[in-house]
């Protein structure tokens, strides 16, 4: 068995039996990334890594070591890594050396684990195929023709195609589940507030949250705990009681009541798709879980409330982007405002203005009421979907995007790509806990079950994904090498 | 309702964003199909309704007040564009 096959669990284990070291780890996925033409890492931190693999070596021989020590990991290039290049896959923050650690670049490195590189995403976390990178789009393992997803489409074409043995990622609509979900690996987005959002660069504060993209849900529990807790440095973190993720996963689920929302089982799903969702469902029942439908009447409203609520926080957020103190200053710039509006023209793509033009416009004078105030009223309504809904389910499951990975290219106006993410906004809204888990292939492209829970469950979805997970061998496929 | 291009530049203009002929065009188009779908909000009775402007409803936390934050300027100012005398520098506003 090769070693970028192996979980964290695996490697962990490997490790302590000196089958092999960090440092052989290390340099086994630096070739691999060598020769990969995924386009997963705008940075690959060799130099570095092979130090922290080295030092991690050290801990191991010495027994201070913990489960996460010398694991190589791909760090989306959302979070701030002291000294290191840090672009949010935008030309504005291309010349961007973060002048500092965000918490989780911090956690990851107190756990001793190994930074690989930096990986691709859409330009500021604002894309669902990974298409709006400045660095170019990242191609899907399974099928390089085809998306990864997006945003975090590096960090899923990463873990999925061996490249590292597991990666961060962030989720403001969808973000982590639906690139877990096209490259059939493991996403945790946990509750808002769970994860610290400090030094991971901004694009709808109200939503982002940062989790693990993995092999498996156990590696997701053993990331999770290293990630997740209270951090003073970000006023939105939660002081919450951080439970240990990897005490439940060996519970018992037999009783759990599944609820299966029938709106997230209408018109625009492929049938394929459909169906292995429901394969994935019919398995649960066999393990002892009991399902039943249910109902969240304002899901659809879930599109026009997301894109209204997210682009106004972002027109607010990449406001600090004007080309004076730090990031890209255009060329002989004529007096101050030539400055910031060439640097913000010249500096971001498409996708981003646009978004930042509907939150400017939402948010201007005389349509604050009707977009904006609107759109949260409606995000209140969302919410109180699934606050009904728990009182009768234990977890929501359903499929995390309507398709499987599309064609590279193939999607060219906005609001289909946005159509698109129809299953997987609701639980930002609402700030709930979700993942996807690998649950079956159509044309031998994987698709993924989406897993919501209540506030602060992530320890029984990653129960519920691991009994799941070892009744299945979906999560245990890998793209076929040439 | 739907918006004109003149419209369109002044939300630019509003953003700080300039924009070429063709970006004009595409975006007056893509911006009015966003506020397309976003009309469909329309459809739900709201009267009442709270707005939601944060998942946990939380209140903003407060700490002492005692200065925390250490004078790190000479590393922030080290990447930025330009500076000069410890202040960032722009083009002149006022001869």
Same mark, same amino acid.
């Given at each position: 068995?090769?070693?970028?096959?192996?979980?964290?669990?695996?490697?962990?284990?490997?490790?302590?039996?000196?089958?092999?070291?960090?440092?052989?780890?290390?340099?086994?996925?630096?070739?691999?990334?060598?020769?990969? @033409?995924?386009?997963?890492?705008?940075?690959?931190?060799?130099?570095?890594?092979?130090?922290?693999?080295?030092?991690?070596?050290?801990?191991?021989?010495?027994?201070?070591?913990?489960?996460?020590?010398?694991?190589?990991?791909?760090?989306?290039?959302?979070?701030?890594?002291?000294?290191?290049?840090?672009? !949010?896959?935008?030309? &504005?923050?291309?010349?961007?050396?973060? =002048?500092?650690?965000?918490?989780?670049?911090?956690?990851?490195?107190?756990?001793?684990?190994?930074?690989?590189?930096?990986?691709?995403?859409?330009?500021?976390?604002?894309?669902?195929?990974?298409?709006?990178?400045?660095?170019?789009?990242?191609?899907?393992?399974?099928?390089?023709?085809?998306? =990864?997803?997006?945003?975090?489409?590096?960090?899923?074409?990463?873990?999925?195609?061996?490249?590292?043995?597991?990666?961060?990622?962030?989720?403001?609509?969808?973000?982590?589940?639906?690139?877990?979900?096209?490259?059939?690996?493991?996403?945790?987005? =946990?509750?808002?507030?769970?994860?610290?959002?400090?030094? &991971?660069?901004?694009? !709808?504060?109200?939503?982002?949250?940062?989790?693990? &993209?993995?092999?498996?849900?156990?590696?997701?529990?053993?990331?999770?705990?290293?990630?997740?807790? +209270?951090?003073?440095?970000?006023?939105?973190?939660? %002081?919450?009681?951080?439970? @240990?993720?990897?005490?439940?996963?060996?519970?018992?689920?037999?009783?759990?009541?599944?609820?299966?929302?029938? %709106?997230? +089982?209408?018109?625009?799903?492929? @049938?394929?798709?459909?169906?292995?969702?429901?394969?994935?469902?019919?398995?649960?029942?066999?393990?002892?879980?009991?399902?039943?439908?249910?109902?969240?009447?304002?899901?659809?409203?879930?599109?026009?409330?997301?894109?209204?609520?997210?682009?106004? %926080?972002?027109?607010?957020?990449?406001?600090?982007?004007?080309?004076?103190?730090?990031?890209?200053?255009?060329?002989?710039?004529?007096?101050?405002?030539?400055?910031?509006?060439?640097?913000?023209?010249?500096?971001?793509?498409?996708?981003?203005?646009?978004? #930042?033009? #509907?939150?400017?416009?939402?948010?201007?004078?005389?349509?604050?009421?009707?977009?904006?105030?609107?759109?949260?009223?409606?995000?209140?309504?969302?919410?109180?979907?699934?606050?009904?809904?728990?009182?009768?389910?234990?977890?929501? &499951?359903?499929?995390?995007?309507?398709?499987?990975?599309?064609?590279?290219?193939?999607?060219?106006?906005?609001?289909?790509?946005?159509?698109?993410?129809?299953?997987?906004?609701?639980?930002?809204?609402?700030?709930?806990?979700?993942?996807?888990?690998?649950?079956?292939?159509?044309?031998?492209?994987?698709?993924?079950?989406?897993?919501?829970?209540?506030?602060?469950?992530?320890?029984?979805?990653?129960?519920?994904?691991?009994?799941?997970?070892?009744?299945? @061998?979906?999560?245990?496929?890998?793209?076929? %090498?040439? | 309702?739907?918006?004109?291009?003149?419209?369109?530049?002044?939300?630019?203009?509003?953003?700080?964003?300039?924009?070429?002929?063709?970006?004009?065009?595409?975006?007056?188009?893509?911006?009015?199909?966003?506020?397309?779908?976003?009309?469909?909000?329309?459809?739900?009775?709201?009267?009442?309704?709270?707005?939601?402007?944060?998942?946990?409803?939380?209140?903003?936390?407060?700490?002492?007040?005692?200065?925390?934050?250490?004078?790190?300027?000479?590393?922030?100012?080290?990447?930025?564009?330009?500076?000069?005398?410890?202040?960032?520098?722009?083009?002149?506003?006022?001869?």
């Amino acid at each position: 068995m090769s070693i970028y096959t192996k979980t964290i669990a695996q490697l962990a284990q490997g490790l302590k039996d000196k089958e092999f070291s960090s440092v052989e780890i290390t340099q086994h996925y630096l070739e691999r990334i060598k020769k990969s @033409d995924l386009n997963a890492f705008i940075t690959v931190t060799d130099q570095l890594a092979m130090k922290q693999a080295q030092t991690a070596d050290g801990k191991i021989a010495a027994g201070t070591s913990n489960i996460l020590t010398g694991i190589p990991y791909a760090h989306k290039d959302i979070f701030c890594t002291k000294g290191v290049k840090t672009s !949010a896959g935008s030309k &504005m923050l291309d010349n961007f050396i973060s =002048p500092y650690d965000a918490t989780v670049s911090h956690q990851l490195n107190q756990a001793d684990t190994v930074m690989l590189g930096k990986v691709n995403m859409d330009e500021f976390a604002m894309g669902s195929s990974n298409e709006s990178s400045f660095y170019g789009a990242v191609k899907n393992p399974w099928d390089t023709n085809k998306i =990864p997803g997006g945003s975090s489409g590096g960090s899923a074409a990463a873990v999925a195609g061996g490249l590292s043995c597991f990666a961060t990622g962030t989720d403001t609509g969808g973000s982590i589940r639906q690139p877990a979900s096209l490259c059939g690996i493991t996403g945790l987005k =946990p509750t808002y507030g769970r994860v610290s959002r400090y030094g &991971m660069i901004a694009y !709808a504060s109200s939503l982002d949250q940062a989790g693990p &993209m993995t092999k498996t849900a156990q590696d997701a529990a053993i990331v999770l705990n290293a990630m997740a807790g +209270f951090d003073e440095k970000d006023s939105t973190s939660a %002081e919450q009681y951080v439970p @240990d993720y990897m005490a439940n996963l060996n519970d018992s689920i037999k009783g759990l009541t599944i609820g299966l929302p029938k %709106e997230f +089982f209408s018109e625009g799903l492929d @049938d394929d798709v459909a169906s292995q969702v429901m394969n994935a469902i019919k398995e649960f029942e066999t393990m002892g879980a009991v399902v039943k439908e249910i109902s969240l009447p304002n899901s659809a409203y879930a599109i026009p409330t997301y894109y209204i609520v997210a682009p106004c %926080e972002c027109s607010s957020n990449l406001s600090r982007l004007d080309g004076v103190r730090y990031g890209y200053r255009c060329e002989n710039p004529k007096d101050l405002e030539d400055l910031y509006s060439r640097s913000r023209s010249e500096g971001f793509g498409s996708e981003v203005k646009r978004r #930042i033009m #509907i939150g400017a416009y939402a948010l201007s004078a005389g349509y604050y009421n009707a977009y904006y105030l609107k759109a949260q009223k409606t995000r209140h309504l969302i919410s109180e979907d699934f606050k009904k809904a728990f009182h009768d389910v234990d977890v929501i &499951m359903g499929p995390v995007s309507p398709t499987t990975a599309f064609d590279l290219g193939s999607v060219k106006d906005s609001v289909s790509m946005y159509l698109a993410d129809i299953y997987t906004l609701s639980a930002n809204l609402a700030g709930l806990p979700a993942m996807s888990i690998p649950a079956g292939f159509s044309n031998k492209l994987p698709v993924g079950l989406q897993l919501i829970g209540n506030y602060w469950s992530e320890s029984k979805l990653l129960n519920i994904a691991h009994q799941f997970q070892l009744q299945t @061998d979906w999560h245990q496929q890998m793209p076929q %090498e040439d | 309702m739907s918006l004109s291009e003149q419209e369109v530049t002044q939300i630019a203009y509003l953003a700080r964003l300039s924009l070429s002929e063709t970006e004009l065009k595409d975006n007056t188009k893509d911006l009015n199909a966003i506020l397309g779908l976003a009309e469909q909000l329309g459809a739900i009775e709201t009267d009442g309704i709270k707005p939601m402007a944060h998942p946990l409803h939380m209140t903003q936390r407060l700490r002492a007040d005692v200065v925390t934050e250490e004078d790190h300027s000479e590393l922030f100012q080290s990447i930025a564009p330009k500076i000069g005398n410890k202040h960032y520098l722009v083009p002149t506003v006022i001869e």
